[in-house]
């Protein structure tokens, strides 16, 4: 949760895409029954954070069911996961697993914009996947 910080009203995140919370992005269904229009409590943005954390964590798991990532690879793809999407992981790993600290590097830009804390998060991924 650190890295997102909590907005309880909704927002348009770096990207223009609907959110609120802690980074949680609307889904289309949440978009379209409008749900969160009054905001949130932090106990929901808890809530939602806790749900988005779960489904990440099966994701990952159902890439590497062979088990063949340190804790400290996981947490960094789930961070990754997280801000940029499971579609986005995707594609950073067809570069390969081994390719990941270098890949990581490249995802700090909303649009053609490069983040200064998108540097800082991606540098704390690349120093998690590479812990011993």
Not at 25 to 53: C, M, R, S, W
Not at 123 to 128: G, I, L
Request: aromatic residues 12%.
């Amino acid at each position: 949760m650190g890295w997102e910080g909590l907005r309880t009203g909704l927002y348009n995140d770096a990207n223009g895409f609907p959110t609120i919370g802690f980074g949680h992005k609307l889904t289309p269904k949440e978009i379209a029954t409008h749900t969160y229009v009054n905001g949130i409590t932090t106990g929901q943005a808890v809530i939602l954070f806790d749900e988005d954390i779960v489904s990440f964590d099966a994701q990952i798991n159902s890439l590497f069911v062979d088990g063949h990532l340190t804790q400290g690879q996981f947490d960094a793809l789930v961070s990754f996961c997280y801000n940029e999407g499971f579609g986005r992981l995707r594609t950073m790993l067809s570069h390969g697993l081994a390719n990941v600290p270098d890949e990581l590097p490249h995802w700090v830009y909303a649009g053609t914009v490069k983040l200064p804390g998108l540097v800082k998060r991606r540098a704390q991924e690349v120093a998690w996947w590479n812990q011993v």
